[in-house]
């Protein structure tokens, strides 16, 4: 199954019911990885940089680090991710992600 199949049957758990919002949310993710070129690993890396970079949603980052751990990225990788940001997107959103990904895999094991 391609990640973007798994991050769709991720947001579709997450906001059940909403099929408007759902849809919308889909066609973003519709066939992202393919066209990036981009193996597993590299992309849901890349996400999670993204997802630092633009300051978002600990719900986001569940969806992705869920992926990131079904194809093996570690916490070191992603740790990695967090400390080659910093430069460029400075501590204060680095420190907000790292936070946000904490809370994330925290919900996630709870749920």
Known sequence: MSVDAVVTELLQALVPGEAPLLESLVQLQADTQEQSGLDDRTYLLVRIAAL????ASAASYLVTLAVADEVGITADEVRGVLI?????VGSARVLSGAEKAMTAIASARRG
């Open 52 to 55: 630092v970079a633009v300051d």
């Open 84 to 88: 080659a940001l910093g430069p460029v």
